[in-house]
C-alpha cells in the first residue's frame, strides 16, 4: 500500500534512508515520545501507543515499527498475542524485575512503569499490532577472539569506538550495528552483528537440542520444532542473543517469579553463564 503522506521536505539537518520518503531530524529520530515511522506503508495503522507517547514511552521507541527492536530491548514481531499480554500483566504485577545486581539498567523497570499506567485497550491494540508481524533475520553471529572498541551511549546502544581498535571479547557476547549511522536512525531495515566466544555456537546446539548430557532440557520440549514457539510459548530462533541471556540468568537468580519463571526454574538451575552465553549464541543464529 503506497504512503498516504507527502515526501517531505528535507530541513536543515534532516536525514533521509533509504526508499523512505521521510525525512527526520536526529532530535526527532531520538524523541521516544514521537518515534520515527520510516517505512509506513510496510505495516498496518499504528495504534496510537505504539507511535506516540502520552505516559510513558511509545512502544515503537525502543521495539521499532518493524518489531524487531535494538539489542537493548525485546523483539515482538511475531511473538503469540496472548504471551505478550501474560508478560504485560508480569511486569505491572512485579513478577518481572529487574535483578538486583543489574537494577541500574532499568530494562525491566521501564516495562513495569509503562505497564502500571497503560489503559488495557492500548495494550491489546498494540499487542495484536506487533503479533501481527513478521519476523526477519535480524542478527548476523559471528565467533572471535576479539572484538572492536566500543562505548554505550545516552540511548543504551552499544556503537564502535571513534578511535577504532580492538579489545578480548572473553566470555561475553558483545552486539554491534551493521550500519551504526542507519541504526542511530532507528532504521528498521539494517540489524546487528553478535560476537560470540569462539566454540560457543556448537556448545550451544549441544545445550539446546540434547540437553547437555543432562545440564538442562533440550529446548523444543516446550518451544517447538525449530525453537519457533508452540502454542503460547514463544518463539526463541533468531532473538537477540544478549536478551535471551537476560531472561535466562534472570529466571535462575528469581528477579522472574512468573508462571513462566516456575516452567523454566528446573531448565536453568545447573547451567554457568558461559552455557547460557552458548545457548544464546546458537538460538540467534537460527532463522526467527
Known sequence: MPDPTPAATPGPGAKK??????????????????????????????PNVVQKGIQA???GSCHLMSGMGHPESATLAGLP???MIRQMADFKEGLRKDPMIHAQSLRAGRMNAISAGLPEKDMREAVEFFAALKPTVWYKVVEAD???????????????????????????????????ER?????????????????????????????????????????????????DIPRVAGIHPIYIVR?????????????????????????TEDEMISIAAYTATLAP
Not at 545440564?215 to 518451544?223: D, G, I, N, S
Request: charged share 20%.
Open 183 to 231: 541504526v542511530e536512525s532507528r532504521d528498521p531495515h539494517t540489524g546487528f552483528i553478535a560476537y560470540v566466544p569462539t566454540g560457543s555456537i556448537k556448545r550451544g546446539e549441544e545445550l539446546v537440542t540434547k540437553g547437555g548430557g543432562g545440564k538442562t532440557v533440550a529446548c523444543a520440549v516446550c518451544h517447538g520444532e525449530g525453537l519457533k514457539g508452540l502454542g
Open 81 to 83: 498475542a496472548n504471551y
Open 57 to 59: 514511552q511509545a512502544c
Open 17 to 46: 534512508l533509504p526508499g523512505s520518503n521521510k525525512s527526520y531530524t536526529q532530535a526527532q529520530i531520538d524523541d521516544q515520545f514521537a518515534p520515527p515511522d520510516w517505512y509506513p506503508e510496510e505495516h498496518s495503522a499504528l
Open 146 to 180: 576479539s572484538v572492536p572498541k566500543t562505548w554505550i551511549n545516552g540511548g543504551r546502544m552499544r556503537l564502535p569506538a571513534p578511535g577504532g581498535g580492538t579489545e578480548p571479547l572473553g566470555h561475553r557476547i558483545i552486539t554491534l550495528p551493521q550500519d551504526p
Open 247 to 271: 531472561q535466562l540468568f534472570d529466571f535462575q537468580v528469581g528477579s522472574n517469579t512468573s508462571t513462566a519463571a516456575a516452567q523454566m526454574k528446573k531448565v536453568v538451575e545447573n547451567l
